[in-house]
């Protein structure tokens, strides 16, 4: 629930970030900075917060499915995403005036992360069920616009805040969607496997208490 919890605050702070920039891209952007920098300080701060948080529990009793995977007691995942967006917001917070002329590039390196962010949950989710290939579309497409407006940025016509503020928009609802949809899926698998687990102790125990009464 923790990670969902991640998930959705970081999808919010991302599609305010980018109705901002498709709003007042051509308005002065200091405070728009200063705003960028501290939804994404507060962001990463608390991917980390759930990190440590699911580390604590890392020793709990381990589960595994049929095929050996491990789906109870494992580890989380390093918050590669979330210590980026802390970097990022302290550094556009507090210093907004260096980093105007910059801000399309600094942009679309979140953008970036938060699609290699996606491709990394989405392999996760491959060990409690099948990923189809449109749910890799978006963070692809995500991860391209990115890359261009890094290379080449006059690629992306006249506007690239407006096209980056749209695809964060976008990559907010889509990390939206993918967190419930694996959240569900997940605790679904995590269900069956437990039930499945108890069948085959609950077996083993009738198997057991037969055999100590034939050898009676």
């Given at each position: 629930m923790k990670v969902l919890q991640g998930s959705a605050f970081r999808a919010i702070c991302s599609i305010i970030v980018g109705a901002l920039l498709v709003k007042?891209?051509?308005?002065?952007?200091?405070?728009?900075?200063?705003?960028?920098?501290?939804?994404?300080?507060?962001?990463?701060?608390?991917?980390?917060?759930?990190?440590?948080?699911?580390?604590?529990?890392?020793?709990?009793p381990q589960l595994f499915d049929a095929n050996g995977s491990q789906i109870l007691g494992t580890k989380p995942q390093f918050p590669i995403a979330g210590i980026g967006s802390i970097i990022l917001g302290i550094v556009l917070a507090m210093m907004p005036a260096?980093?105007?002329?910059?801000?399309?590039?600094?942009?679309?390196?979140?953008?970036?992360?938060?699609?290699?962010?996606?491709?990394?949950?989405?392999?996760?989710?491959?060990?409690?069920?099948?990923?189809?290939?449109?749910?890799?579309?978006?963070?692809s497409l995500v991860l391209l616009v990115g890359i261009i407006a890094v290379v080449r940025p006059s690629t992306i016509a006249?506007?690239?805040?407006?096209?980056?503020?749209?695809?964060?928009?976008?990559?907010?609802?889509?990390?939206?969607?993918?967190?419930?949809?694996?959240?569900?899926?997940?605790?679904?698998?995590?269900?069956l496997a437990k039930a499945a687990d108890e069948a085959m102790t609950a077996e083993a125990e009738d198997t057991s208490?037969?055999?100590?009464?034939?050898e009676k």
């Open positions: 007042y891209r051509e308005q002065t952007v200091t405070w728009i900075t200063i705003a960028i920098g501290v939804l994404f300080f507060l962001s990463g701060l608390i991917s980390c917060l759930i990190y440590f948080s699911q580390k604590r529990h890392a020793d709990d260096t980093f105007i002329t910059g801000l399309m590039y600094v942009l679309a390196a979140i953008l970036i992360v938060g699609a290699l962010n996606q491709f990394f949950t989405l392999a996760s989710a491959t060990r409690f069920a099948r990923i189809g290939l449109v749910w890799w579309l978006m963070p006249s506007a690239p805040l407006f096209v980056i503020g749209w695809c964060m928009m976008i990559y907010g609802m889509i990390e939206c969607i993918n967190a419930i949809k694996i959240y569900r899926v997940k605790k679904a698998f995590e269900k208490a037969g055999e100590a009464i034939e």
